[in-house]
């Protein structure tokens, strides 16, 4: 099976920079994405992270290490509509379907 | 465009009942997923159709659970004799590729189910 580790939740202020880590164990792994889910609503994209490195995008970048089996997400200057739950996710071979971990709920204060 | 619809939003079912969730994907995409994710939980997979065939329902966690998508377009989850463990969001994603795991799924808004 594949197991994904993500810490349950985590408090930050408006206007500072927080960082979200996700590690996983899986066998043939593909690729790392991050979702937002605020309550009651969709899980929505923020990134795919396929190869070592970091990808930036506005507010928010994400950085994988495939060696280590660890990822992060990074949002800078936050806002108050960043509270939410975000989601890592795994992609193996030979599966099409995505692997959550359980999610960390941010809770952005004034 | 429009994006991934599901109904109902909110389905309340007496222990026992049988209940249909309905998906529609976004028009065109191939790959359809059913997730089911539990209060402060993560999605977990369920099932997944490529157009019209069901090539994995590994994720299915009894024969109470069964799903299909007869014209590769709309897909309907139904749970037979509903359980109280049967409780969740059930969240239907879409993609628009063919086996491309490395493509983003598109999620709709989910079904609470609550049994009683």
């Known amino acids: 099976g594949q197991n994904i580790d993500q810490p349950t939740e985590m408090t930050a202020t408006e206007g500072a920079i927080v960082q979200i880590n996700c590690t996983y164990q899986?066998?043939?792994?593909?690729?790392l994405f991050w979702y937002q889910q605020h309550a009651g609503e969709a899980p929505t994209f923020l990134s795919y992270?396929?190869?070592?490195g970091l990808e930036e995008k506005g507010r928010f970048s994400s950085f994988l290490s495939r060696s280590k089996g660890y990822s992060y997400l990074l949002l800078k200057e936050l806002q108050m509509k960043d509270s939410a739950s975000y989601l890592c996710a795994v992609t193996v071979r030979r599966a099409n379907n995505l692997f959550f971990g359980t999610g960390t709920r941010l809770t952005v204060i004034p | 465009g429009a994006g991934v619809s599901q109904s109902p939003r909110y389905k309340v079912a007496k222990r026992g009942q049988d209940v249909a969730l309905r998906c529609d994907p976004i028009?065109?995409?191939?790959?359809l997923f059913w997730y089911q994710q539990a209060l402060g939980q993560g999605p977990e997979f369920l099932t997944y159709?490529?157009?019209?065939?069901?090539?994995?329902k590994s994720g299915l966690p009894s024969d109470r659970f069964f799903a299909e998508r007869p014209e590769g377009s709309v897909s309907t989850l139904k749970i037979q004799r509903t359980q109280q463990e049967d409780s969740a969001v059930y969240l239907c994603?879409?993609?628009?590729?063919?086996?491309?795991?490395?493509?983003?799924?598109?999620f709709g808004p989910g079904t609470r189910l609550t049994v009683t």
């Open positions: 028009s065109g995409h191939v790959s």
């Open positions: 899986t066998s043939g792994f593909n690729g």
């Open positions: 992270n396929v190869l070592d």
């Open positions: 159709f490529q157009n019209e065939a069901q090539l994995d």
């Open positions: 994603a879409s993609s628009p590729l063919l086996q491309e795991s490395s493509y983003e799924q598109y």
